[in-house]
């Protein structure tokens, strides 16, 4: 099959980084050729066959080797799926080529309809090479090139999969175009800092990662025919629970589940992280590489950079880290986009805000939040109070009010201690409710900072968003009739890029539109008015 | 920021067609209104034939729960609506206002705008009416306009096609 696959001018073994092609077109081998993806595909097609003959495998085991009729019917079925998955794959490998020209890069696919699908060159913004543990194994990997359009799965082309080294040979053909010029500073922005583990246990949802984790295994066990409960070692251990001294087996219960939690945390965070790089590439591009068994390496062109994110999430703030997102054009859709914009682990506080300054190659605007009004671009401008009491009133009305009425009118049907249950949460519901409805305020902020657009707001992950101004492509204002009374509106920012919608929430109504217009000129300018002038709406046609 | 005078948006200087009234009562009607009436209808009706007991306590929790509310919309959404629905095509951007409770404002330069779809609706056909959407680079840009006469629709899918090929294009 593909000779031209192997035969590269001994591209040295790792990490081949993109060649800085100069003027002409790269006299990559195979400019021009149809070539094909790896027959190890087909293998990584199988991958799936796994879990059901592992599951297999454990029934066997679990009953001793005698198998059952309905097993070896299960196993008759996997063999026909077999057979049609390898038959499918097959077909689909044989019948799909690919090639990169001078302009574009060229897929054919389809057995009887066949498809070619052309990308010109300077469209693709980032290219993505993931590679999960089977594709390792078998030392292929999957490329995504991705396009401006940012839409769903449209803009995308994936070449499912090639070697290791062609994948990043081929990167480098894809992105060759770009501007390779030395980069002034350091490239590297940062790299893996085992200290940064500790914040790993801040990010999961601790407690409730475990639940997710010990109801997956309680399906899979019952999936195989285990019922969990009717073996004899879980139940003695829940009796033995039951009996001893609840005050003590209680918080040790808790205390192991945070524990377990904990570690789950620390796997996921080095499983992400292992290895991780946050560099530039040249000039134009930024580089994120990182992962242990599923290894990810997401490049985004500096012209779809569009700002970033820095985010603070509750646990993560009391512990003073934070993480940082790039907002960023061509990253899929909001599933790829969230796993793809990654810049920095849970890191420290410090350590976020200068991997965000190098990324937006200016320093990052961290200002704080205060009362008045200041030119000055060290404080954000705060919100009216307006938007505190609608918070109160929120927090108030959606956490306290319906579980305590709740517990309370089942209380009175049924049991007094669901009665007391129901004054116990209100009375410690509503302190916590009113401190985060403080807290979401005080977070609450924007401000125009040179080129960029800073808007800080939340309170369970306190984000401050760093945009370039002239990415806003739209402004939206929102009301409710309560906003209307409270004399707010928020604003939604259109950019191409990342969320698409960032949202100002609650701002003061007449100062709404001159942050908007000041913010992003010549988007809404024709339709402003000077409050002097008042109510200038001229009937319909 | 200039804040000797802070500048407030003005609504859209064109309103929609006054048919959208119609079609939007007959959307309410067919989603939500219609099929809550019905309901209190066949419930009403049940409770007659068959539990002629429950009558007294149900009829008026049918009346709060059901029909009051259907009624409600049918009768205020249309009218807010209207009131709060507008467009205008401006030199470098395109504005439109909607929503009845949420109300939204957005506008759109001209510069970022990739198509215009005109749709008609089956209700939409038979008033008359036509639905022009502005879709720009980011989902969050969209602009729809509802309810415009089918003449203004098609003259503004124009203009804003000819002015945006006008207004230098970064439709990024």
């Known amino acids: ?541 | 920021m200039s804040e000797h005078a802070a500048p407030l948006l003005r609504p859209p200087r064109h309103r929609v067609d006054p048919r959208a009234r119609a079609w939007w009562r007959v959307q309410a009607l067919l989603t939500l209104s219609g099929p809550m009436l019905l309901t209190a209808l066949v419930m009403a009706a049940l409770s007659v034939l068959f539990f002629p007991g429950a009558l007294p306590w149900l009829g008026p929790l049918l009346l709060v729960v059901l029909v009051l509310p259907a009624v409600a919309y049918l009768v205020v959404m249309p009218r807010m609506r209207y009131a709060v629905h507008a467009w205008e095509l401006g030199e470098r951007a395109v504005y439109a206002a909607g929503g009845w409770f949420w109300q939204k404002r957005r506008i759109a330069p001209l510069s970022r705008v990739q198509t215009v779809d005109t749709v008609r609706g089956p209700i939409q056909r038979r008033y008359g009416l036509a639905t022009v959407t502005v879709t720009t680079a980011s989902t969050a840009g969209d602009i729809k306009i509802a309810g415009l006469s089918d003449a203004d629709a098609e003259a503004l899918s124009r203009r804003i096609g000819e002015v945006a090929q006008d207004v230098p294009g970064d439709a990024a």
């Open chain 1, 1 to 541: 099959m593909s000779a031209a696959r192997h035969d590269g001018p001994g591209t040295g073994g790792d990490a081949p980084t993109p060649a800085p092609h100069t003027d002409d077109q790269p006299a990559v081998p195979g400019t021009g050729e149809w070539r094909r993806l790896s027959p190890r595909t087909l293998l990584v097609h199988c991958g799936w066959l796994g879990a059901p003959l592992g599951s297999l495998a454990l029934t066997a085991l679990a009953t001793g080797g005698r198998i059952t009729a309905g097993a070896w019917i299960t196993l008759a079925a996997i063999a026909a799926a077999f057979a049609v998955v390898t038959a499918a794959g097959l077909v689909r490998w044989a019948r799909t080529d690919f090639r990169v020209t001078a302009e574009s890069l060229d897929v054919r696919s389809g057995l009887l309809t066949r498809r070619l699908r052309s990308v010109p060159l300077h469209r693709i913004r980032t290219v993505d090479l993931t590679a999960s543990p089977l594709h390792r194994l078998l030392g292929v990997t999957v490329l995504r090139a991705g396009t401006a359009g940012s839409g769903e799965g449209s803009g995308e082309l994936s070449l499912e999969a090639l070697p290791v080294v062609e994948g990043e040979r081929l990167r480098g053909e894809l992105l060759a175009r770009a501007a390779a010029e030395a980069v002034a500073e350091d490239p590297v922005l940062a790299r893996i800092n085992w200290r940064w583990l500790r914040y790993a246990p801040l990010t999961f949802w601790v407690v409730g990662g475990v639940f997710v984790a010990g109801g997956s295994a309680y399906r899979a066990l019952h999936e195989m025919g285990i019922e969990p409960w009717k073996l004899g070692f879980v139940r003695r251990a829940f009796e033995e629970f039951g009996n001893g001294m609840l005050w003590l087996t209680l918080p040790a219960a808790l205390l192991a589940v945070i524990a377990l939690g904990s570690v789950g945390a620390l796997v996921l965070y080095v499983e992400n992280w292992w290895s991780y790089r946050l560099e530039w590439a040249d000039a134009g591009t930024l580089r994120v590489h990182r992962g242990l068994l599923t290894t990810r390496s997401v490049t985004i062109e500096r012209a779809r950079l569009r700002g970033v994110v820095l985010r603070e999430p509750l646990l993560l703030r009391a512990g003073g880290g934070a993480t940082v997102r790039a907002v960023a054009g061509g990253l899929g859709n909001k599933e790829e986009n969230r796993k793809r914009s990654g810049l920095l682990p849970p890191a420290p506080r410090r350590e976020a805000v200068r991997v965000a300054g190098g990324t937006l190659r200016t320093p990052f605007p961290d200002p704080e939040v205060t009362g008045r009004q200041i030119d000055g671009d060290r404080h954000l401008v705060r919100h009216p109070r307006a938007a505190l009491r609608r918070r109160r009133t929120r927090g108030l009305l959606f956490a306290v009010l319906p579980v305590s009425a709740l517990l309370a009118g089942l209380g009175a049907a049924f049991t007094p201690v669901l009665l007391h249950a129901a004054w116990i949460y209100a009375v410690l519901a509503t302190p916590a409710v009113l401190w985060l409805a403080r807290d979401a305020y005080r977070n609450l902020g924007h401000q125009i900072v040179g080129e960029h657009l800073v808007v800080r707001a939340g309170t369970f992950s306190r984000d401050t968003l760093v945009l370039r101004r002239e990415a806003v492509a739209a402004w939206t204002f929102t009301t409710s009739p309560f906003t209307r009374r409270a004399g707010l509106v928020t604003l939604t920012a259109a950019v191409a890029a990342g969320e698409e919608g960032y949202r100002v929430p609650d701002l003061a109504q007449g100062a709404a539109a001159g942050f908007a217009a000041t913010a992003a000129p010549g988007i809404l300018d024709e339709f402003l008015t000077r409050p002097v002038g008042h109510g200038d709406r001229t009937p319909s046609t």
